[in-house]
């Protein structure tokens, strides 16, 4: 780790190989494209990088359906099932939900206490207690909040999800739980057809830019997170707001983005609450474009914790 800076630890999957069929829509090879960046860039060092393991199924259980669950391990969804998740089922997939779920698992507990930490995969929001969808298995999110607060902590969570598709199974979980408060700015003709009710939805028009975007989320957010007052806050960090993004509709540009990140971090440094970082969606072409967006959100995680430390010393 070079010089005296303190870690920002990070998981990764990545080591979990699932092979998609030819032509799926889903990146999967950002993740280990991502990490290599993160190490050739300097942004994280190699002893910052965890691998992620298989998360115990009592940690899943905490959230999902027990049948649910047992189906899904099993390889006994039924068609509509698989077709609505939107991935063929295999124990590799299997294998890799699990390692995002203790990748953001480990994340938060790191980000109690270093300030910020993340998981290099993970926002697994379309996830609810009884199915997946929308390439989630299961909510990470959701699972690290209940294995947290079984150990007395998380009493007030907030999500940050600026994902461009809704996190709607992250708002149905909490839809009944005021201590957890999700913040969804999203866009409005976007998947999910079906919107659920987050604490607070912003909804996007279709071609929103750079400009527009962030006076919307510097207008709701910070408030939102005083209102709040937060124990642990989640950034669900989804770069699909690009506007070469294939699944995104919105028009932000990379430097947006990055913008965007600043922003965020330091909203929720005004709280003193951590930070911890899951990857979202991104379905850029080329991928590589998806990859420097995701890179910039770490770049914006380290000087997040640089600020931090620098704040701690003086």
């Not at 527009?212 to 408030?223: A, H, M």
């Not at 005083?226 to 642990?232: F, G, K, M, T």
Request: hydrophobic share 40%; net charge negative.
């Amino acid at each position: 780790m070079a010089g005296s800076r303190r870690p920002l630890f990070a998981w990764s999957s990545d080591h979990f190989p699932v092979r998609l069929p030819l032509g799926h829509p889903f990146p999967m090879a950002k993740y280990a494209a991502l990490r290599k960046r993160l190490l050739e860039d300097g942004v994280l060092g190699p002893d910052e990088i965890h691998h992620s393991e298989v998360a115990p199924l009592d940690w899943i259980l905490r959230v999902h359906d027990p049948d649910y669950v047992e189906r899904a391990v099993a390889g006994k969804l039924d068609e509509s099932e698989v077709r609505r998740l939107g991935f063929p089922w295999s124990s590799a997939m299997v294998d890799r939900a699990r390692a995002a779920v203790y990748g953001t698992v480990m994340a938060a507990a790191a980000a109690l206490e270093q300030g910020v930490a993340g998981n290099l995969a993970g926002g697994t929001h379309h996830a609810f207690r009884d199915h997946g969808e929308g390439y989630c298995m299961f909510n990470d999110l959701a699972v690290a909040i209940a294995v947290l607060r079984s150990e007395g902590a998380a009493k007030r969570p907030f999500i940050v999800d600026l994902d461009v598709h809704q996190g709607n199974g992250t708002a149905a979980l909490f839809a009944d739980d005021q201590s957890v408060f999700t913040f969804s700015a999203h866009g409005v003709g976007n998947y999910p057809a079906r919107k659920e009710q987050s604490t607070i939805d912003i909804e996007l028009p279709d071609g929103c830019e750079d400009a527009d975007y962030l006076d919307t989320i510097e207008r709701f957010l910070p408030s939102a997170l005083a209102e709040h007052r937060p124990d642990l806050v989640f950034y669900q960090a989804g770069v699909d707001a690009l506007a070469e993004d294939r699944l995104g509709r919105l028009s932000l540009t990379r430097d947006g983005l990055a913008r965007r990140d600043d922003l965020v971090f330091r909203a929720i440094e005004e709280t003193g609450a951590p930070v911890v970082v899951t990857l979202g969606g991104g379905y850029a072409q080329p991928l590589e474009a998806t990859v420097e967006a995701h890179v910039n959100v770490w770049r914006a995680a380290r000087r997040a914790r640089d600020r931090r430390q620098e704040r701690a010393a003086s």
